[in-house]
């Protein structure tokens, strides 16, 4: 017999959507392309904002869009209670031999 288990799914996604639609009370709904897979994400405005804030105040970022698989879709799935978490990227520094290596 097997135990249960909890599946759960992290996107990653490192630009603002554009094709996003907005329901009657603020929500936000937007699609994601997964390798050929559509995940489509509904969200509140406070949620969707920490996306709009990084791109505004970050030169790089990155977001963790974490959620449950929802119900199948025709080309993909529904991402059941999202979670956003925005990082800012930094981009790596060079090491002393190797800004050498590029130099010459």
Same mark, same amino acid.
């Given at each position: 017999?097997?135990?249960?288990? #909890?599946?759960? @799914?992290? !996107?990653? !996604?490192?630009?603002?959507? +554009? ?10 709904? &937007? *699609? @994601?392309?997964?390798?050929? =897979? !559509? &995940?489509?994400v509904?969200? #509140?405005?406070k +949620? ?9 105040? &970050? ?5 963790? !869009? ?6 199948? %879709?025709? =080309?993909?799935?529904? @991402?059941? /209670?999202? *979670? ?5 990227? #930094?981009?790596?520094? %060079?090491?002393?031999? /190797? $800004?050498?290596?590029? $130099?010459?």
């Amino acid at each position: 017999m097997a135990i249960q288990g #909890k599946l759960e @799914l992290t !996107i990653k !996604i490192n630009e603002l959507p +554009v094709d996003v639609k907005t329901d009657k009370n603020g929500w936000k709904s &937007f *699609s @994601l392309d997964c390798d050929g =897979r !559509i &995940f489509h994400v509904h969200v #509140k405005p406070k +949620v969707f904002k920490k996306l709009e804030d990084a791109q505004a105040n &970050f030169p790089h970022w990155v977001a963790a !869009i974490g959620g449950k698989f929802g119900e199948m %879709t025709e =080309r993909g799935f529904v @991402l059941a /209670e999202p *979670s956003v978490q925005v990082f800012e990227k #930094k981009p790596k520094e %060079t090491k002393p031999q /190797e $800004a050498e290596a590029i $130099a010459t």
